[in-house]
């Protein structure tokens, strides 16, 4: 019986969720499968891979089939390099133990690109994050301009109406002074200078004279 290793459909439209199963070719897609070997989320960023290691690289030893996804995913778990060592082993190219050392640096390597990624994804999310606040101050400054610039114009004639009250009542108040600094009283005494009176005894004076003679 021919086996394939291939992904069998799960979750909601939109959001599928994956089983990675190894089955009967001959199966339909999302019919009966023999193991069930792990799991695969592709909206995840980045995307969730969970594998039966062992399980996964004892059929990829027994000469199973892969669709070309399920080899990306077992490329990107490490099954097909260990088995790639392992078949080193069987050649005499290597030993069981130089095999384990590869293997494990491969996987720091790995895990470290990973953590790299995520490191990566958290920091632009933070950034992002941060545009999107300044944007947001930036827009609600531009918004107050807005309405301040409308309200500008009533404010400067209210402002206007009460500067011209008060020089109208400050011309008022400068003018009334001047007219009373020439009232018309004061030009009475002018008159009382020259009073006809004073020049009587000088008439007297000529009648006594007349009489004399």
Request: hydrophobic share 45%.
């Amino acid at each position: 019986m021919a086996t394939r290793i291939r992904l069998q459909r799960h979750g909601k439209k939109g959001k599928p969720f994956f089983h990675l199963v190894a089955a009967d070719s001959r199966a339909k897609r999302d019919g009966k499968f023999i193991e069930k070997l792990g799991t695969y989320n592709p909206t995840a960023n980045p995307a969730v891979i969970n594998i039966n290691f062992d399980a996964t690289l004892n059929w990829v030893q027994t000469g199973a089939e892969m669709s070309d996804t399920a080899r990306a995913i077992l490329s990107y778990k490490g099954v097909l390099y260990k088995n790639h060592l392992l078949n080193g082993v069987k050649k005499g190219a290597l030993t069981v133990e130089q095999v384990e050392e590869k293997f494990a640096q491969w996987l720091a390597d790995k895990d470290s690109k990973v953590q790299n990624k995520v490191d990566g994804l958290v920091k632009n999310a933070a950034q992002e994050k941060i545009a999107r606040q300044q944007a947001e101050v930036a827009a609600n400054a531009a918004k107050a301009a807005v309405v301040a610039a409308k309200n500008a114009p009533v404010v400067e004639e209210v402002a206007e109406e009460v500067a011209v009250e008060e020089t109208t009542e400050e011309v008022v108040a400068e003018e009334a002074p001047a007219v009373e600094e020439a009232p018309v009283a004061e030009e009475a005494p002018a008159v009382e200078e020259a009073p006809v009176a004073e020049e009587a005894p000088a008439a007297e004076e000529a009648s006594e004279e007349a009489a004399a003679e």
